[in-house]
């Protein structure tokens, strides 16, 4: 059917469509989902987008993705706010806190549409602001997803207020990687995200590859400049916006006179080197396989060859290249499509990570289903219509599975759906580096982001569909519903396709199609400059906040709770537990160092369901230290009576200052409890600044230099030096390594040592003990000696707390003073796992 163009004029059309209430009941939605993990279905509610289709494994999906957004949400701190993750650890290529750049334009496209800006403003802000921020380590389209987010939710002083450091991301790109010669941007594969490629397989270095000048990277490129332009003309900068112009003018020529093969009529990367391998020569700027092993043949296709059309780059006379994506000799599998068109001679699935030789990726399916569905809406052409975009979209939703659960993780076999080689643990399970959610909202859906008020839908879903909706969308500070319901029987609002906006019907139409649409005038949602401000977290290693617990089960993690991330799973773990405890309640206490104004408290209950030992407590109490004592919180309120499980228990208060809480868990019988997460909410201006450490510790060598040094028996070759366990940072995490670990030490037993410059007094000492359960773990034992001046003894009297050596957690030893100037603790280690500190205080007092 052709596609049905009506612009309405709001103004005439607007009119009271009976109750303005929700087309869709968000908790009867979520309720029919039987996989939450988080069941915290007040966020969802208050966040997210709602939809409903006739395609039961696409609506799992999406709202299994939404959960998938909350499992990697994390608020870094008080000054920078939310980012999100990549993996289900922080590994050590990671950035702050667990960020990595190569997804994060795909993640940006997603959490444009949650209902609260704050979430994707202090993301994109992060990117150009944090120091810890890596946006260049790998490829991503930077100021085009900020524009992307933008025109969700419009605020032009915040995306003009970024424009110079995205003008400076863009000359620092530009400084590494521009090559004049051809007018375009040369990359790795392994930095564009795909490693093992077919192109790096032709070189030395089969991992990383080397410099190729891709359409995937230089599309980005091209993006990114116009975006630069679009946010230059909304700051009235003409000559900004006349150069990048300028410069996306000259990629687009290039990408498309360059990298267009008309024989097999598709987009390649050119090599911008030599390689020799075997005795092959791959040639320089010849694209895949004009030259060197496989020079002459027909195939060498692969999926990033469709990115050019995710971002709308080529002009009409390149569609052709679509003819290859829904053939199973080329791209088309049951859990596909492959990354690598199926016949090529370097085809090939593996069993290990990460090989983009073949594997079903969702990076690359987001990316080719964005082009799909751009294809479909802005070009003409025949090889794929939207049935095809709708079949392609349920493959992808039914690869979400594993064990008939919603999952997804690196890489799925694309002809069986296992995970299996590319689903690593503790790192690739529920992995965020694709899309879902956007390609359901702009493509299945078919809203079309824009400047103004004037909207386009363009719905791609099937003809044979009776119904579709979704309602409660953000949209430049409305609330859209989109309502396609044959009969009127589904959604009782009328037959037809029907666009609402704040709950007044906006236009209507037969059966869906393309409808533009003039919208009320756009609603600012103002930046809040001094947010509300969570004052418990610690990902920066400062010596405040500082947590204990009358209990720490050694499997699970009191670090955790205050890490800035709530996820519920028993694996991978993000949670501190009582289990074993002997207590009928347990309490954990967060230090913050000074007076904090607090008015709320999230606990983030964990519950792991029948029969499991972790149970939400029957109870919990909120006391508070008020200089001398504990004292119960005043005028309370609590989200529930009894805490729940798998969401916040949330206790808010009157504005009270203290610089301490504590929160005291009774345990439901035959149970023990725990928690992912303690928020503290208060508010506050930035900058934030952390309380200082109390002065007193001798150990403390911020520097590196002069006394005390600080020497061990055997240290790791992966950076866990001596100096940085007196550094005065306290991180367990992975990254930023800010440990000394005796990893790979044949020894059963390693010492770090202290040397001061005079003699001291010393009478206890704080392990911060570093446990990656892994390689490096909680000792079996530890002990202090000191020095007597011509042997080593150990020191009487120890008093550990805990008992038993506890990872990821302070470990507290207390002795009668003892006076040398050098004092070392020995550790025995647990079984094959060898021994590490974050950091070592040593006091006088």
Request: hydrophobic residues 35%.
């Amino acid at each position: 059917m052709n596609p049905l163009t009506l612009t309405l004029i709001a103004s005439a059309l607007l009119a009271p469509c009976g109750s303005a209430a929700p087309v869709l009941d968000a908790r009867k939605l979520l309720a029919a989902q039987n996989f939450w993990i988080n069941e915290d279905f007040d966020w969802y509610e208050r966040n997210i987008p709602l939809f409903d289709c006739p395609d039961q494994e696409i609506n799992t999906t999406y709202y299994y993705r939404w959960e998938l957004v909350t499992r990697h949400l994390v608020y870094g701190n008080p000054n920078h706010g939310y980012a999100f993750t990549e993996f289900a650890n922080r590994p050590f290529w990671s950035g702050a806190y667990g960020t990595i750049s190569c997804p994060a334009g795909l993640q940006i496209n997603e959490v444009r549409w949650l209902h609260n800006p704050r979430y994707v403003r202090d993301y994109v802000r992060f990117w150009m602001r944090h120091p810890g921020a890596q946006p260049r380590n790998y490829s991503f389209w930077a100021a085009d997803s900020a524009w992307a987010a933008h025109l969700v939710q419009p605020n032009d002083a915040f995306i003009t207020d970024l424009l110079p450091d995205l003008v400076n991301n863009y000359q620092q790109w530009e400084k590494r990687g521009w090559v004049e010669e051809k007018g375009l941007f040369w990359q790795l594969g392994h930095d564009d995200g795909m490693e093992f490629d077919i192109n790096a397989q032709q070189t030395k270095d089969i991992l990383r590859g080397g410099q190729s000048l891709r359409p995937s990277f230089n599309s980005y490129m091209w993006a990114d400049a116009s975006a630069i332009a679009n946010i230059a003309r909304l700051k009235d900068q003409p000559d900004t916006v006349a150069e990048f112009s300028a410069k996306a003018g000259r990629i687009k020529t290039a990408v498309q006179e360059n990298l267009w093969d008309p024989d097999r009529q598709f987009f390649f990367p050119m090599s911008n080197q030599e390689h020799e391998k075997d005795g092959h020569v791959v040639k320089k700027h010849t694209l895949t396989y004009q030259s060197g092993q496989f020079a002459g043949s027909p195939y060498g296709r692969e999926l990033h060859g469709y990115v050019p059309w995710a971002f709308n780059l080529p002009d009409a006379g390149f569609e052709n290249a679509w003819q290859f994506l829904m053939d199973d000799q080329f791209f088309k599998a049951e859990f596909g499509p492959t990354t690598v068109e199926r016949n090529d001679p370097l085809f090939a699935l593996k069993e290990g990570c990460c090989w983009w030789c073949g594997q079903s990726w969702p990076f690359a399916t987001t990316q080719t289903l964005k082009a799909m569905a751009n294809l479909l809406q802005h070009y003409q052409q025949k090889h794929v219509q939207r049935q095809d975009y709708a079949e392609l979209l349920h493959t992808y939703a039914a690869t979400h599975r594993k064990d008939g659960k919603p999952y997804i993780a690196e890489a799925a076999h694309p002809f069986t759906g296992s995970w299996n080689g590319h689903d690593m643990a503790n790192r690739s399970e529920h992995y965020f580096h694709s899309g879902f959610t956007d390609l359901i909202i702009t493509g299945l859906v078919g809203i079309q982001p824009a400047t103004g008020d004037n909207l386009t839908i363009h719905p791609l879903a099937p003809d044979d569909w009776d119904y579709f909706a979704l309602d409660n969308l953000p949209y430049h500070g409305h609330l859209l519903s989109i309502v396609w319901d044959r009969t009127g029987d589904r959604y009782h609002a009328g037959k037809g396709f029907r666009i609402r906006v704040d709950g007044r019907q906006l236009a209507e139409a037969p059966t869906p199609g393309k409808l533009t649409v003039n919208l009320p005038a756009t609603k600012i949602i103002p930046v809040d400059d001094n947010p509300p401000m969570n004052y418990a977290v610690n990902n920066d290693g400062d010596y405040y906040p500082r947590y204990r617990a009358s209990f720490v089960n050694p499997q699970s993690s009191l670090a955790t709770v205050s890490d800035g991330q709530y996820v519920y799973d028993i694996m991978p773990a993000n949670r501190w537990t009582t289990v074993d405890s002997p207590n009928p309640e347990d309490w954990v206490e967060v230090d913050f160092g000074t007076p904090r104004p607090l008015d709320t408290v999230n606990l983030y209950v964990l519950d792991d369901g029948p029969g499991g030992i972790v149970q939400a407590p029957a109870k919990i109490d909120l006391g508070y230290w008020d200089g001398s004592a504990w004292k119960q919180v005043p005028d309370l309120r609590t989200t529930a009576d009894v805490p729940l499980g798998r969401r916040p228990h949330t206790l808010t208060f009157p504005v009270l200052n203290t610089s301490r809480l504590r929160a005291v868990l009774h345990h439901a019988d035959g149970a023990r409890s725990g928690l992912t997460e303690f928020e503290a909410w208060g508010p506050g201006r930035k900058p934030y600044v952390p309380a200082p450490p109390p002065a007193g510790n001798i150990a403390y060598n911020p520097t590196g230099n002069g006394f005390p040094k600080i020497t061990a028996s055997h240290s790791d070759v992966f950076g866990g030096l001596p100096p940085r366990a007196i550094d005065g940072k306290i991180i367990f995490e992975a990254t930023p390594a800010n440990r000394w670990t005796s990893y790979g030490s044949p020894n059963a037993s390693d010492w770090l040592e202290l040397e001061f410059d005079q003699t001291i007094a010393a009478c206890r000492a704080v392990l911060h003990i570093y446990d990656d359960h892994g390689g490096v773990q909680a000792p079996a034992d530890y002990h202090l000696e000191g020095w007597t001046g011509s042997e080593w003894k150990p020191i009487p009297n120890q008093v550990k707390s805990p008992a038993v050596p506890t990872g990821n957690m302070a470990n507290t030893v207390t002795f009668p003073q003892v006076k040398t100037n050098r004092l070392r603790v020995v550790f025995t280690h647990h079984g094959n796992a060898r021994s590490g500190l974050t950091e070592l205080e040593v006091w006088e007092k």
